[in-house]
């Protein structure tokens, strides 16, 4: 078996996470013909079919999901190796080193990047998605000039903003008895559940055990854990079972119907969403600044 392109691989996450090959497509800058033509590459040097369509879109079939989260373990290596690499020289002030938790990198970095890139064209940015404590490597190492994470517990050592408040949601796939209870679940119900979560490290995953303590509930241990979103959500629609996302994270699958929100009736789970920088009031490349002014907005 030959091994897969990582481009390849990034593309097939990219199509787990908006549902679509010719969305993926668009975000990788390529056309959708050709996206398809990397996806039917990839399942022929796999030797296992990866996408169905579905009248909801192009999901992962259950091999599928299986690479997408192994996907996600290399190519953060390979974005850590990158960033590690870019550290060996320093930043210039059109450069900017950033590295956000999964959800801020995949729903929100996006929006601030494209700001940035039409306020100063000419400025190089590397972005690196972890789980928040790789963030927080990654900023106190200097690999990253910038971090973003979603943990409820802040770095000590390191200058931080809150930049918003996000909020976790329970979500099953749409054949899971929880999606048919019109009264919800009580958070002893939550905590009793076996979840497919995030791995440990992840600012998701903390954020819904701290909530869970407050109440003097203690979390089951995780049916499966992943260390994509889109691996978990993919997961969770094919009925794996429930899990507990950021509601940035999963409202097109809501809205489009492959997941269902599972009203959790006596506990609310929100997290502060903080950037993270090393000194000073500001970052100190000028670009890594702009984009956390932008970021704040």
Known sequence: ???????????????????????????????????????AALERDLGVPLLTRTSHGTRPTEAGALVVEWA???LAAVDRFTSAASALRPPGRGSVRV????TIAEQLAPGWITGLRAA??????????????????AVRSGAADLGFVE?????????????????LVVVVGQGHPWARRRTGVTAAELAAAPLVARESGSGTRLALERALADAGLAPAEPALELSTTAAIRST????????????????????DGSLVQVRVRDLRVLRPLTAIWRGGAEPSSAAAARLLRLASR
């Open 236 to 255: 969770v629609a094919a009925g794996a079972g429930p899990a507990a996302l950021s509601i940035l994270a999963v409202r097109e699958q809501l809205a």
């Open 72 to 74: 996600g373990e290399l």
């Open 151 to 167: 943990t409820p517990d802040l770095p000590s050592g390191l200058e931080h903003r809150t930049i918003a408040t996000d909020e």
């Open 120 to 137: 100063e064209p000419g400025v190089r940015i590397e972005l690196t998605a972890a789980n928040s404590v790789a963030v927080v490597e």
């Open 99 to 102: 590295a956000a938790s999964m």
């Open 1 to 39: 078996m030959r091994a897969p392109d990582p481009e390849s691989l990034r593309l097939l996450v990219g199509v787990a996470a908006t549902g679509s090959v010719s969305g993926a497509a668009r975000a990788a800058g390529l056309s959708q013909q050709a996206a398809s033509a990397r996806m």
